[in-house]
């Protein structure tokens, strides 16, 4: 896992306050994952790496690997 | 114990519920939190305050009379769960609470409260209700929401501050809709769904999804 990946997971960690997380982690398999945590993770992401995550593309997102796709260019 | 509530709850909504009804002309004879809110709400609350198994033990100990209990609890889930323990108990009933004080036009047209709203809602001041709109059971209906003809909300749903909500909006059980949110006339919106704060609902919104933004998107589904 690169220092990219490390770094999120430590983040979606912090943010749902949950210690077994992975990139392959399901939101639907994680209990504080609720809709007011989804949003918590998102705008936090934003700010720890610098991107933009597109409102329509928000609900897309069901695991912690989806985020990459937008920490990329 | 005639005219008087036990409020279940110590945080914001039971705040506003105890106001509430100290504006009028009901009085509050207990509220019941769990132990470790107790010493938090003593500073808020000079009366009686129950744990769980305080308030059982009244209830069962009072079997033969009428007891009115007010589940305020802003948290749908949370609030059903307490309801449908407390149902096990013939003797509690669960009165539409209205927090300001008068009762009188907060129905537009002939219709009392009580024939368009169910037990144990709880209406704020500042709330209009179309006579032919329907409201369900143990809702909470917040400061500044006007609902207009033919508008359903299922039971155990909340519409929040200022939410603006169009004629025909069907609105789903256990449902939240967030503080200055839109709806268009005619919209249904699934169980269990939040409609997210200040967003603009255009068209049906399904179960259990969370919709933000104008307009709204589906931002979360479970």
């Not at chain 2, 609902?201 to 307009?215: F, I, K, Q, Y």
């Amino acid at each position: 896992m690169g220092e990219r990946e490390q770094k999120l997971v430590e983040v979606v960690k912090r943010v749902l306050d949950v210690k077994e997380i992975s990139l392959d982690t399901k939101k639907e398999d994680v209990e504080e994952w609720d809709s007011l945590k989804h949003l918590n993770l998102v705008l936090e992401i934003e700010e720890e790496f610098g991107v933009s995550i597109p409102l329509e593309k928000i609900g897309e997102i069901e695991t912690v690997r989806d985020f990459l796709k937008f920490l990329e260019g | 114990m005639k005219g008087q509530y036990f409020i279940i709850g110590g945080g914001g909504t039971a705040k506003d519920v105890v106001a509430g009804l100290r504006g009028g002309d009901k009085s509050v004879a207990g509220v019941i939190v769990p132990d470790n809110e107790r010493e938090q709400v003593s500073k808020w609350f000079g009366g009686r305050i129950l744990s769980d198994d305080e308030f059982y033990k009244l209830v069962k100990d009072n079997s033969e009379e009428k007891i009115s209990v007010v589940v305020a609890i802003s948290n749908n889930d949370i609030r059903k769960k307490i309801v449908d323990n407390l149902l096990q108990f013939s003797n509690i009933v669960f009165p539409i609470v209205y927090l300001g004080n008068e009762e009188d036009g907060v129905v537009m047209g002939k219709k009392s409260l009580g024939e368009v709203v169910g037990r144990g809602s709880i209406i704020y001041p500042g709330v209009l209700i179309n006579e032919m709109a329907s409201i369900g059971e143990f809702v909470l209906i917040n400061y500044g929401v006007y609902l207009p003809h033919d508008v359903v909300v299922g039971d155990f749903s909340v519409i929040e501050i200022n939410a603006s909500i169009g004629g025909g909006v069907e609105i789903g059980k256990k449902v939240t809709v967030a503080e200055g949110s839109v709806i268009l006339p005619g919209s249904k919106i699934g169980d269990n769904a939040i409609v997210g704060l200040g967003a603009v609902v255009m068209r049906n919104v399904p179960s259990g999804a969370t919709v933000l933004g104008n307009p709204a998107k589906v931002v979360f589904k479970r």
